[in-house]
């Protein structure tokens, strides 16, 4: 069984920063996907970025503002949120991809508004 914590979801004002964190654990021998997700209300869930061993992908509103990376050794994915727009305003879940299964997080809160 895989766990995923999340942390770093809250409020921001517009133009602000936020950084997302993700931690994995338990049965984990080699994670081939890391990434996030997120949902604002009555919307479905999109693919906000994700990052493999060997590339990485940004959903086209995002690209410029964000950044994902992780950390191998930590089981640890982050997202770095920049220039933060209201509309980014969602709950954000993290993933992992072990072989054929997909683990999800809970989801953090954020809100941008002033």
């Known amino acids: 069984q895989v766990q995923l914590v999340e942390s770093g979801g809250g409020l921001v004002q517009p133009g602000g920063s936020l950084r997302l964190s993700c931690a994995a654990s338990g049965s984990i021998f080699s994670i081939n996907v890391m990434g996030w997700y997120r949902q604002a209300p009555g919307k479905q869930r999109d693919l906000v970025a994700r990052?493999?061993?060997?590339?990485?992908a940004y959903a086209d509103s995002v690209k410029g503002r964000f950044t994902i990376s992780r950390d191998n050794a930590k089981n640890t994915v982050y997202l770095q949120m920049n220039s933060l727009k209201p509309e980014d305003t969602a709950v954000y879940y993290c993933?992992?991809?072990?072989?054929?299964?997909?683990?999800w997080g809970r989801g953090t809160q954020v809100t941008v508004s002033s």
């Open positions: 990052i493999t061993k060997i590339n990485l």
């Open positions: 993933y992992v991809v072990l072989g054929s299964t997909t683990y």
